[in-house]
Each structure stands twice: as C-alpha cells, then as structure tokens.
C-alpha cells in the first residue's frame, strides 16, 4: 500500500485464469463454445484467456479460430501443422498458457463450460487439482459404456496410479501442478494418469456430459485402444510382470494338464489325430509368445521414440508472440 497526497493506494492484483481447449475439425463449434466460456467470466473477480490448440484439423476450424481470435482479444490460438493427438494437445496449451490456474476441456461442449465457477470455487478453497468424474449416462451405447469400464479397471490393476472410472481430460490445475507437468519430457503423455502421478492436494467432482453440439466423435475404436495401450505403460512395468506369470501358469496347466491325457490316449487302442492336439497347442502358445513379445515390444519402441527426441508437435500457425511458440 502506498500514498498519494494523503491518500492510500490499494493494488488489487487480479488472478488469471488460463482454458485450455484442443479441437480437431470442431469448425461449427468453436465459436459457440468461446461465447459459453466468456459469459462465464462475465463480471467476474478473474482475468482469462482461451487458448484453442488446433490438432491439425482438415475442415474450416483454422479459419473460424482466427476469425475469433480477431474479434475477441482473451481468444487465441495454436495451429499444429498435422494431427500429434489430443495429449500433445493438451501440452501445448499447458506450455503456453500464463494464468494462475489452468483449466482443460474439449471442444464439443460435452464438458460444460458452467462448471468453471465450481472449479474455481474449490480452487480458491486451497485444492491445487479439481478433476472431474464423468456421471453413467444410459444414452452412451452398450459398447461404449463396458469398453469404458473394462480400461479403468484394468488400468486399476496393472497401475501403480489410481485412475478412477469414467475420469475425463475436464480439470483444472493450480499454476505449479501445471509447472511440473511442463518438466515431464517423456513422449506420449497420457495426463489422466500424469496428473494423478504428481500428486498434491486434489479433488474429484462429478459432472453430466452434455451432448454434442454439433458434428460427430472423432475418437474412434483404434485411437481409443491406442489410448488404453499408451496409459497402461506409461507407468509402471507390470504388463511384463505379468507377462511373466503368465507364460509360467500355462507352463504349470501344460504338464499338469495335458501331460495325463496324453499317456491316457497313448494308452488306449483308440486311433485319433494326435496332429489335432499338437497343432492346438502350438497356435496357443503361439499366440502367447506374440502377446508377450507385444509387451516387450512397447517398451522397447517408448525407449526408441524417447532417445531421439522429437518435438511433441510442431506449431504451424499462431496468434501468440511467435517468440514463445517454439515445437516442443
């Protein structure tokens, strides 16, 4: 506090928040969802700035995202220069945005911008991550719905980071959550898991998705298994543990197992195609050398990608102080 002829001067410093959206060919609701998200900090005690990460999308949203960003001046934007996916995305937001705290939700308006307030709430409350938990929604298919929790509990058994089930990329992080994942260098980050990993004061909060705005999913089976697969070894080396027990019990079932029928058929006068059984066995365990060499096989490829470095995206195009846009 300072005078001025006599009288006091109050500072009020204001706290910035930072939301962090990707979008890949999310053209139609780019504009809608910026709108959402200022009306939320509409005669509001914070400061905040939209950053769009564009995944490389191939339809208008490049351009509607700078058409906002000249309009609005809390908008802008980054342009990667072909599809890295939603994580690399999302890094790209957290590298760049400057607030206090950082919020990160997607583009279709499934994570409904009306929660900010709450998120800020338990934020200003003292907790340094608020991530949500996603409500069962009768509407998503069957499919959908089992595959989901099939992943959470596999990853709960295989992890040494709990990851609880139906947990969403919808969360905010306090400015040094955000300043330690940005020192996490490893390729393929899979943040659902990472923000669970660093630990500090969190909080879960559940939510209803809304429904699409507009367009269709652009998560499709494989990018989803793809997901799955980066998550269960991005921490731990339990799959290979596992692996290991595995070959050992089918080891154990053979002789114990089989060993008794074969001297049982051999035994007996009754002709059968002995081939039958030994091809069996031989596409069996087949089949589980090739899963165990999967295993091996990922890690090796994460050790591979990891020592040559390559940036996690490549920025084309953005209304940031090119300065400060580097690949990364």
């Not at 609005?72 to 690399?88: A, L, P």
């Not at 790209?92 to 939700?105: N, R, Y």
């Not at 002789?255 to 058929?265: K, N, Q």
């Amino acid at each position: 506090m300072q005078n001025y002829k006599g009288f006091p001067l109050v500072f009020v410093v204001r706290k910035k928040v930072t939301v962090v959206v990707p979008v890949y060919d999310e053209a139609p609701n780019v504009s809608v969802l910026a709108k959402k998200i200022n009306a939320e900090f509409e005669h509001s005690e914070y400061d905040h700035e939209l950053i769009f990460v564009d995944d490389g999308s191939t339809d208008d949203t490049l351009v509607r995202l700078t058409e906002l960003s000249e309009c609005d001046k809390n908008v802008f934007f980054i342009s990667f220069s072909r599809n890295f996916g939603q994580q690399n995305a999302i890094k790209a937001g957290l590298d760049h945005a400057t607030g206090d705290c950082v919020i990160t939700m997607d583009g279709d308006l499934q994570h409904p911008p009306s929660m900010i307030k709450e998120f800020l709430k338990h934020w200003e409350d003292g907790y340094d991550v608020v991530y949500t938990l996603r409500e069962p929604d009768k509407t998503t298919s069957w499919f959908k719905r089992t595959s989901s929790k099939l992943f959470y509990k596999v990853m709960s058994l295989i992890s040494d980071v709990p990851i609880e089930d139906g947990s969403a990329d919808f969360r905010l992080l306090d400015r040094v959550v955000v300043d330690q994942l940005k020192r996490l260098p490893e390729i393929g980050p899979f943040y659902r898991g990472l923000v669970k990993w660093v630990g500090f004061n969190q909080k879960a909060i559940s939510y209803k998705a809304a429904p699409r705005h507009s367009g269709r999913t652009k998560y499709s089976l494989n990018k989803m298994i793809q997901l799955a697969v980066e998550g269960a070894t991005s921490f731990n080396i339990r799959p290979l543990v596992f692996s290991i027990s595995l070959g050992f019990f089918f080891s154990v079932f053979s002789l114990v197992a089989y060993l008794p029928y074969m001297i049982y058929m051999l035994s007996s006068r009754n002709h059968f195609p002995r081939w039958a059984s030994l091809i069996s066995l031989v596409v069996f365990f087949g089949g589980l050398n090739l899963i165990v060499l999967g295993f091996i096989g990922i890690y090796i490829g994460k050790l591979f990608l990891q020592a040559k470095s390559r940036p996690h995206y490549i920025v084309q195009k953005s209304n940031l102080c090119q300065t400060s846009v580097p690949s990364y």
